[in-house]
């Protein structure tokens, strides 16, 4: 293992040359959220490469309840004084999805680098808008879909890659759920609730990283399907049932669907003229096997048990500390947001 030398401005120069950081970046989260308050925040502390320094809420029982549970170094009764401190360097925001556009400007316009929550804009527009913002304040800016971090999505695009599948005829993925609590925030369009939104940007995640994959890997190669059919079950002005059939010029076809009104169900499979693979919980951490099935037989593919949220939290305070970009990078953010412009004009034709 190489040896430490010097510690040179908050890294640490290695004899063999290398850099590795000895800092935590400062991170602010703006609104104690269920996925802030039982999935990111827990994940900071696990990092090698972050800190949990500030939360902002409007709401002084969760302020006591985050303080019960193990208060940061900064609590504040609002967004804008959060933004406004020089000790936070990057902002986590799992507000409702009409306020990702008008927090992230801000944040941006105070020197922040911010991980938004998906979707990152309601539209493409808005998501075109935000990362002009970010590039023109010199911040990062990545869209939260941790589930490109974990061993079970590396081992998809390895096997996509190794061709044993084949030609790639057919993708098909899944997520939903029953969705119970009246009132959430999901069910209110005002706040850009819809099961597409919130949890069918997952499918359309993985269909555009499928596509890419077999186009060679590059972010956004595999391009916008050619046609798209849409079906939904829509109330109160949101989608509680979500599908969608994509043709690409490849010949490929895949079939998505999100919704808040059945059993859960995720679940992602990709079919080539020599095998399936079966992707159980495909946006989840959980240790489940992949199933590869080539002619009669079957393997069952381990899978390691991950934080998913750990290893975008320390992925994401590396880029902005060694100062480079993110794995996951706003190219495919921005075609995923048009594809779902695509998705939702067509539902209301």
């Known amino acids: 293992m190489p040896r430490r030398r010097v510690d ?17 970046l400062r991170w602010g989260v703006l609104g104690y959220a269920r996925i802030a308050r039982l999935s990111v925040i827990p994940a900071i502390p696990k990092t090698s490469n972050a800190e949990f ?16 549970a193990g208060a940061p170094a900064r609590l504040f009764e609002s967004y804008d004084e959060l933004v406004r401190d020089p000790n936070v360097e990057a902002i986590y925001i799992p507000l409702p999805n009409s306020l990702h556009r008008e927090w992230t400007l801000k944040a941006a316009a105070h020197g922040k680098h911010v991980l938004c929550e998906k979707p990152m804009g309601l539209t493409a527009a808005e998501a075109r808008e ?4 970010c590039q023109a304040h010199g911040v990062l800016l ?8 974990t061993p079970r999505t590396r081992k998809v695009v390895e096997i ?28 209110l369009p005002d706040l850009g609730g819809g099961s597409l939104y919130d949890v069918g940007c997952y499918p359309v ?14 972010p956004g190669a595999g391009g916008q399907p050619e046609r798209i059919a849409v079906d939904c079950v829509c109330e109160g002005g949101v989608d509680l049932n979500f599908a969608a059939l994509l043709h690409y010029r490849s010949g490929l076809m895949a079939t998505i ?19 399936t693979l079966q992707v159980p919980d495909a946006f989840l951490g959980e240790g489940l096997p992949l199933r590869l099935l080539l002619g009669d037989s079957s393997e069952d593919i381990p899978i390691p048990a991950c934080d998913r949220y750990q290893l975008e ?37």
């Open 53 to 68: 320094y500030a939360l902002a809420s409007r709401d002084r029982a969760k302020l006591d309840q985050c303080r019960a």
């Open 160 to 187: 996509l890659r190794s061709g044993v599948l084949g030609e790639i005829k057919q993708v098909n993925a899944f997520f939903r759920f029953r969705l119970t609590r009246p009132g959430d925030v999901r069910l």
């Open 8 to 24: 040179d401005g908050g890294k640490l120069r290695l004899l063999d040359g290398t850099m590795t950081t000895t800092r935590r």
């Open 205 to 218: 995640n993985f269909v555009g990283l499928v596509v890419d994959t077999l186009a060679g890997g590059a």
């Open 142 to 149: 990545m869209e939260a879909f941790m589930y490109r971090y």
């Open 130 to 133: 935000m990362a002009a913002a």
């Open 257 to 275: 669907q999100s919704g808040f009104s059945a059993h859960r169900q995720i679940y992602a499979e990709i079919i080539g003229t020599e095998g």
């Open 313 to 349: 939290l320390e992925d994401f305070s590396a880029a902005v500390l060694e100062r480079r970009q993110p794995a996951f990078t706003l190219v495919e953010t921005l075609r995923n947001a048009e594809l779902l412009d695509r998705l939702l004009a067509a539902s209301r034709a």
